[in-house]
């Protein structure tokens, strides 16, 4: 099925008035992820039985009027567990690992009957920017099958941009969901940190990661995200806010907003042609009403060495419990309990994974933690304030969601420094907690590049408006990946 010009309403629409099949379109997206999955490797488990059941007893019932995404299919990131597919995270370590319960966001696609199609390739434990660290293989980009998807939602990224789902769930810890849809020319949201329960997901920086949507577009964006934000009696991090209707404002004019440029954002690293994108998105933003100014953001160049402090101190806490005691892999031929620590994550954990338990480790440390945890909490706390500063004055703020376009499978891996400032334009987001978009805004070297629209905490709404008013009046917006080149 080729959801590459379809809404998620209008397909919904074909579904009430049955036109359309809940069965037909379960078959037919089967049948392209089966058909792209030994190019793309977007998929590590694919859920057709339950997916073909469920689609069979919508068919019986009727699709329910209100329910727009009933009988959609979506793809679902397999670092967030499901009762009915394994969850790997894409490591060794949990190849044969099923949750014996669901994560809050994939009840909610299921309340709202949604038909989760499968579990989609990630870098292992979300680590990575390019989903090359996973234990499954490489994901390719759509729209050229030698360059990277981006991460650590590739997967989920890649089955988007092809055209296989309409709608996928992804995790962003440092910039996973909105770095890889920038690469394949998609729209990926993280929302506010508390917006979208994490309970579920298996946790690599607890106060950084949160889950989020990819879509083709961005009404369908906040139409996902409509159906998993909320409060949720299982994770104390999620807020009580009052959920919004994320596209309420969606087609209302954006004169007036004020929108602000950091000049950092275009400085040092940023790709030449990516910088015009941006500046070429802001005139389109002045010429739909609204104010673009230039403004700074100046502890924003130590967002990446803070992130890496604070995100591989939370992931050495966090990934404690892969041990081979309680479940997952077990090493053989140990001879006592070290063994099986020390031979378990050593097999199953792979070279990223260990390379940021090793890091969090040290900057956790009794002899380094003033000089290193303690530092890079500072920094964030001066982030923050740059942020507030900001949106004491504009509404949103914009700039290229990641220095570059999509690069060549191959080219970063062994360079971990010159991969993990991939994310120098989205860690900050993470570490302030705010809700950040990527929408495709053009293309530099034949592939996508996004514009990254940042608003205040739970604004999202704000959010949809700008990036919808931009999509409708943005080059990309029919533009889609090709078959790729091998």
């Known amino acids: 099925m080729d959801f590459l010009n379809t809404s998620v309403r209008e397909l919904h629409q074909k579904l009430v008035n049955k036109e359309l099949t809940v069965t037909d379109l379960v078959k037919n997206t089967l049948k392209s992820i089966e058909s792209t999955q030994n190019d793309l490797n977007a998929y590590i488990a694919v859920n057709q039985e339950n997916a073909l059941k469920k689609a069979a007893e919508l068919d019986k019932n009727g699709v329910p009027e209100n329910e727009i995404w009933a009988g959609i299919p979506v793809a679902v990131k397999d670092n967030i567990v499901t009762i009915d597919l394994p969850t790997t995270a894409a490591s060794k370590i949990l190849e044969n690992f099923t949750s014996i319960y669901d994560a809050t966001v994939v009840e909610r696609l299921r309340e709202h009957q949604a038909i989760i199609i499968g579990k989609a390739n990630l870098d292992e434990f979300a680590m990575g920017g390019s989903t090359e660290t996973s234990y499954f293989g490489t994901v390719k980009n759509p729209w050229d099958h030698t360059k990277v998807p981006g991460g650590s939602s590739g997967g989920s990224a890649a089955t988007v941009s092809n055209g296989d789902v309409i709608g996928a769930l992804g995790t962003d810890t440092g910039g996973s969901i909105r770095q890889p849809a920038s690469f394949t020319g998609v729209v990926g949201v993280k929302p506010t940190y508390g917006r979208v329960s994490r309970y579920g997901a298996i946790a690599f920086g607890s106060s950084l990661d949160q889950i989020g949507p990819l879509t083709r577009n961005v009404r369908d964006n906040a139409d996902l995200l409509n159906i998993i934000a909320g409060l949720d009696e299982h994770d104390m991090t999620s807020s009580d806010r009052e959920v919004p209707d994320f596209a309420s404002k969606i087609g209302e004019d954006i004169k007036g907003i004020k929108i602000a440029l950091p000049k950092e954002y275009l400085g040092e690293g940023i790709d030449e042609d990516v910088k015009q994108v941006v500046l070429g998105a802001a005139e389109k933003f002045k010429a739909l009403g609204a104010t673009v100014e230039e403004v700074s953001l100046p502890h924003s160049k130590y967002g990446v060495a803070a992130y890496y402090i604070i995100g591989s101190s939370e992931a050495s806490s966090n990934l404690q419990r892969f041990d081979g005691i309680r479940y997952g892999y077990r090493a053989d031929d140990v001879k006592n309990l070290e063994d099986v620590y020390v031979k378990t994550r050593s097999e199953g954990f792979g070279d990223e994974v260990k390379r940021r338990i090793m890091l969090g480790t040290y900057s956790l440390s009794a002899g380094y933690f003033d000089a290193y945890f303690k530092k890079a909490a500072q920094v964030r706390t001066l982030l923050i304030q740059d942020f507030n500063r900001i949106f ?42 705010l809700p950040a978009m990527s929408v495709p805004a053009g293309m530099a070297d034949g592939m996508p590049v996004g514009l990254q629209i940042i608003a205040k905490s739970f604004d999202e709404v704000t959010m949809y408006q700008a990036g919808a008013a931009f999509e409708d009046n943005s080059d990309m917006k029919n533009q889609h990946p090709g078959k790729g080149n091998d």
């Open 392 to 433: 004491e004055n504009y509404d949103l703020i914009i700039g290229p969601t990641a220095p570059t376009p999509a690069f060549k499978i191959g080219a970063e891996i062994d360079d971990p420094t010159t991969m993990y400032m991939n994310d120098l334009l989205t860690i900050p987001l993470n570490l302030a907690g």
